[in-house]
DNA sequence: ACCCTTAATGCAAACGTTTGAGCCTATATA
DNA sequence: TATATAGGCTCAAACGTTTGCATTAAGGGT
């Protein structure tokens, strides 16, 4: 039996009232009584109880936090860690607990947003996803329920913080085409996913800005792991004229790339230039170090949670945006005068 | 205002008793009555109140999953999002959430889990540890609440899942000496941390099982990040003789030290062999593919979360143990008849 | 016609808090 | 002396459920 505000009360011959005004450390309080309380509050170990607290309160300091492709070996990426990381920092800060549900499936994700709303355990949502359309977005949306998605969604009625991907994209082909290359690929589109699209449009808008030709064999498509970068390499390889240059939607899939070139018998970045994105920690020791761009994962998660807050805590609905900005770190993998 | 059993109850003409009862699908409800509730629930779009539920219930199904290193670089590993995967995956199943605390500090991780024991938001805890002495895991077995620990720790009273890191250590360290080394390293040895120091354990005793000499200069410390690896190589490398073989206590570890021999202008495997632990997705994808163990840290996820719920479903105190098999990989890093 | 059983539902307390309103008591003001 | 004014506290309702017990009605056996 769990001691509670009532025995602390009835041993300290108060009314349960003042225990609970005494723990707000209310004025109306007189000084005497407040410590013979605490003092009795220690002695007894009390801990105020979180859900009887929420319950009144309506109000429970909690936040779900929601990630997609649980199942996936995309998932285990550095990515995820370094954007709970920076949830987590700031929700701790601020005496919020997180309630993290990776999930599945569409279907599993309506399922789970919808018990997460609608049950009254968390006070807002932190969504991940690059979608284009996302039922998930739209539902919350409906309900009006305080969210926000980190990556973007064709929806404009949502408060998002994203990465410029667009401008990586194009910062990225910029670097190759000042290089000198005139034949760059792009590995890694997903249509469907708007992080790839921008990216990849990002890229095609500096083809024109340079008057290079937009060639769509130089496109291929794949999901964020190694494995894919390997096999879509190959492929790459075998287009003639082959690219000069690659820029890899993901370091794992750059990684895979690199392999697939160096079997081959040719140079990175001699023969071939190679550049990823995310900078996870492995770039800067690979063979060759690879050329990548710090999307500061870690501040994508404070500021989304700092967003939601601020949602949280004013009534008047508005849409916020916010975009972290990312770095282009220019490693060995993409230099041609050799590193 | 959210609607509430007792909206339902008037709407429907019963008390509210009876419409719990129906969300209860209990038999003493009639069919007739049933249906019309449910109706009504679903016309206006009724969910119970899981904090209230949980008041009376004292029942969250919530479990906190404690993990720290929040900070730390080494945070970003796959490691992680693997084993919340797999904690997740099962904690769905079974109708749980998650309550994710990443902790910073041994301070912040004794504050966090007071609050989650004592708050009464948490029915359990994971917590991911393998220092030799945790204070955290003190207090959970002073007050007896329940809780399970990935890793390992001194206290016996305890339930644990982890893998035989002693085996591992064994494993990598024969497989070596099967290719004829005689001079093996051991890199990322971490006092205090008992997985490191399981897995050097085990090598050293290899080492004995096979009369070979067990040389405290072929075992450096570090913690789990590849930058480390590069420069703690560079220290073994200038040792005389130099080591033909290193295992790494991680892959990161692993990838940082091949960068090192290759800079130094050796090869791996011919000159050095190199193996690591935990199987990250890019171990098959480096160049040379990584030697590693595979830990299954998904699986971890699973088990600590079932004993988890062994321990919450039964009221026998009694101490688990679970270990997950891991697997040996071998690949070119290692292998001496070239791969 | 009576009692007993069974089925279906309602009543009210309980879970552990918070909080507005009200009630004392003592002191200051008229 | 009566009256306002605080200060310090208590009362009781409320938050939204669940659940043991009571109640009602109907049907079956004698």
Known sequence: MRVTINDIAKKAKVSASTVSRVIADSPRISAATKEKVLKIMKEMNYHPN???????????????????????????????????????????????????????????????????????????????????????????????????????TDNPCVNWVDNDNFLI??????????????????????PGYMVTRDRMHGYKKALEDHQLPFDQEMVVESQFISGQGYDLMKLLLARKPRPTAVIACDDLLAFGAIKAIQEAGLQVPDDIGVAGINNVPLADYYNPPLTSVKINAFSLGTKAFEMLCTVLNSNVQSYNRAIIPAELVVRSSSRREKG
């Open 50 to 152: 979180m859900i009887a607290r929420s319950l009144v309160n309506r109000s429970t300091r909690i936040i779900g936090v929601v990630l997609p492709g649980l199942a996936e070996q995309s998932f285990q990426h550095p990515f995820f860690p370094e954007l709970l990381a920076g949830i987590g920092s700031s929700a701790n800060q601020k005496g919020y607990k997180i309630l993290l549900a990776n999930v599945d499936t569409v279907d599993e994700e309506q399922q789970m947003v919808k018990e997460l709303t609608y049950g009254g355990i968390t006070e807002g949502i932190i969504l991940l996803t690059s979608r284009d359309q996302s039922p998930t977005v739209e539902q919350l949306v409906k309900i009006g329920f305080p969210f926000v998605v980190i990556g973007r």
């Open 169 to 190: 994209g194009y910062q990225l082909a910029e670097h190759f085409i000042q290089q000198g290359h005139r034949r760059i690929a792009f590995l890694g589109y997903s």
